[in-house]
């Protein structure tokens, strides 16, 4: 069965959006990651301009984001006050980031600097995820306590820097300066590659801070409800590239699939989580590396521009 | 049955103002001059008709007529990219721009292009997927690089299937009747589009003739498409909002704990 999209300008089949975008908010739902990275590039491939693409996925990922913070508030897993430096941050490095975004629009280099960023930012953080994980997998079967609890007065210097903030819900205590940068980075990269940055956003408060992983996604949830609520209507108003459409097909396979993911995340342990999560993104990584150094089946490619739609 | 009854006035028309006429000329009608986008909208076919009319002192031909039938939809610049190694990536190195190339263009003819009409010829009549530029310099024409990003242009446009060449989508019904199919795909974009009908013999352009159609969106995709241009503020927010409710509504009625 098929549907015309107003704003996209083309028919497409209603069930395989369906399926798609309850495939991503599943994973969405599972690891408290926006899916923005997963959708957008398959809705390309599905030959939706671009721009379309970007600002509509923006809408489906603030809907099912959406039952997600619900799910985790009621289970207590969510830290507001964390996920409100988290947002502060974020608007700061996003306004820099489309400031860059533009800048390197106009040098005609933005396809190259979006893949690159892909590919070493996936393959970096996918790899360096793997890694971990496998190792403490390693260590558990050894014996050995799997991961290294965190002592009192044993903090990571960047905590002990001023201005410090007690976290209940996170069992944290530190320093705002190095959530706040960490927020603005993500803003900005979320800026420039049209994804939330959850991807970035969970492993770092994992790692760096020693956040519980329950309370880390339903958080990074949070932050990407807000930010990509926001996007929604600057996409809106200054390209008129929001697909009503398409965005309500999408939520509703999205926010069925994000049901079942956020119910899959409470059988699942810290350790598989990791592994899993680790597994995603490094693969991202690695297809969008092998665009880069395959030779091309066909060198060329037409870009109408974005105005034509 | 619309485009048969405005043919059959446009040749009675005809027929009562050409008391003298000096060559052929052309007289062509389209079954439609509007295709409406719905939501079940999956593209559309039309139908342009058309008479080759014979005066009393028009001169016998040793050769039979031909006929060009050419869609051009509108018109965009279009960027073709060409990717090139460096060092171990493959990045987009050159580029070159058309401008105002039909976004959507169809050549339909009763026999191949090149048996109706010479090369130099079918350039100079913009007969042809190659040749829709006005006033291209010869020397810019066959230059190589041109060429080059034409024929990728053209390749991945008639791979997208909105350009399209059919060497047997002119069928003549008698000597001087004949009918073309104009297949307009789910993705041609919206818009006018001119149809140019063109009369050959013995490779010279006889008559020409244009008219149009348009595609547009009606209903609840036209509403929608001028909602978020006219007031995107309020379409934004009716985004946002169904998104968070539908959010919601799926966290309810999914709730167990």
């Given at each position: ?309 | ?195 140019e009908i063109a009369l050959y013999s013995g490779g010279a352009m006889l008559a020409r003739q244009t008219t149009n159609f348009e595609v547009i969106k009606t209903g609840i995709e036209q509403r929608l498409a001028t909602g978020a241009h006219d007031h995107p503020f309020l379409y934004g927010l009716a985004t946002a909002a169904m998104a968070l409710l539908l959010g919601w509504l799926s966290s309810v009625i999914f709730r167990r704990d």
């Amino acid at each position: 069965m098929q549907i015309y999209l107003p704003i996209a300008e083309l028919p497409i089949s209603i069930l395989m959006v369906l399926g798609l975008s309850g495939a991503v908010g599943f994973i969405s739902g599972l690891f408290g990651v926006g899916g923005g990275f997963l959708l957008t590039p398959l809705l390309i491939f599905l030959d939706i301009p671009p721009a379309v693409a970007v600002a509509t996925v923006a809408a489906q990922v603030a809907g099912s984001s959406m039952t997600g913070v619900l799910t985790y508030w009621r289970r207590k897993a969510l830290d507001l006050k964390l996920g409100s430096v988290l947002v502060g941050g974020g608007i700061i490095g996003t306004v820099f980031g489309v400031l860059f975004f533009n800048s390197m629009r106009r040098l005609g280099q933005l396809d190259l600097v979006i893949t690159l960023s892909y590919v070493t930012l996936f393959t970096i953080i996918g790899g360096l995820m793997l890694y971990d994980a496998l190792r403490s997998a390693l260590r558990a079967k050894a014996g050995k306590p799997a991961r290294r609890r965190r002592q009192a007065g044993t903090h990571p210097q960047w905590m002990k820097l001023p201005w410090r903030m007690r976290f209940h819900s996170s069992q944290l205590y530190a320093s705002v300066i190095p959530i706040a940068a960490l927020a603005i980075v993500i803003g900005f990269i979320g800026a420039v590659l049209g994804v939330g940055g959850g991807f970035i956003l969970v492993p770092a408060l994992i790692y760096f801070f020693r956040i519980p992983p329950a309370v880390v996604v339903g958080t990074s949830l949070f932050q990407i409800l807000v930010t990509m609520t926001g996007a929604t209507m600057l996409h809106a108003v200054t390209n008129q590239s929001v697909d009503l459409i398409l965005a309500a097909l999408l939520l509703v396979g999205g926010v069925i699939g994000a049901q079942f993911g956020g119910r899959a995340a409470r059988n699942l342990n810290v350790d598989s989580f990791r592994l899993l999560l680790a597994l995603l993104i490094l693969s991202v990584g690695l297809r969008f590396a092998i665009e880069l150094f395959i030779p091309p089946s066909d060198p060329f490619s037409v870009v109408l521009p974005e105005s034509a739609r | 049955m619309k485009g048969f009854r405005s043919l059959a006035a446009a040749l009675l028309l005809t027929s009562i103002a050409a008391t003298a006429p000096r060559a052929e000329t052309l007289i062509a009608s389209v079954s439609s001059h509007q295709i409406q986008i719905s939501s079940n909208y999956t593209g559309d076919q039309l139908t342009v008709f058309g008479l080759v009319e014979r005066g009393g002192r028009t001169v016998a031909r040793g050769d039979p007529y031909d006929i060009v039938v050419t869609v051009r939809g509108p018109q965009r610049m279009l960027i073709v990219r060409e990717k090139e190694r460096l060092g171990p990536i493959w990045i987009n190195r050159t580029q070159r721009r058309f401008v105002d190339r039909p976004i959507f263009l169809m050549v339909s003819s009763n026999r191949p292009l090149n048996e109706i009409v010479n090369e130099d010829a079918a350039r100079r009549d913009r007969i042809g997927l190659a040749n829709t530029q006005r006033n291209l310099p010869p020397e810019l024409y066959y230059e190589e690089s041109t060429v080059r990003f034409r024929q990728a242009l053209i390749r991945i446009l008639e791979d997208k299937g909105l350009y399209a060449q059919d060497e047997r989508g002119v069928t003549f019904l008698s000597e001087t009747l004949f009918s073309a199919p104009i297949d307009v795909p789910a993705t041609a974009p919206t818009g006018s589009y001119e149809i140019e009908i063109a009369l050959y013999s013995g490779g010279a352009m006889l008559a020409r003739q244009t008219t149009n159609f348009e595609v547009i969106k009606t209903g609840i995709e036209q509403r929608l498409a001028t909602g978020a241009h006219d007031h995107p503020f309020l379409y934004g927010l009716a985004t946002a909002a169904m998104a968070l409710l539908l959010g919601w509504l799926s966290s309810v009625i999914f709730r167990r704990d």
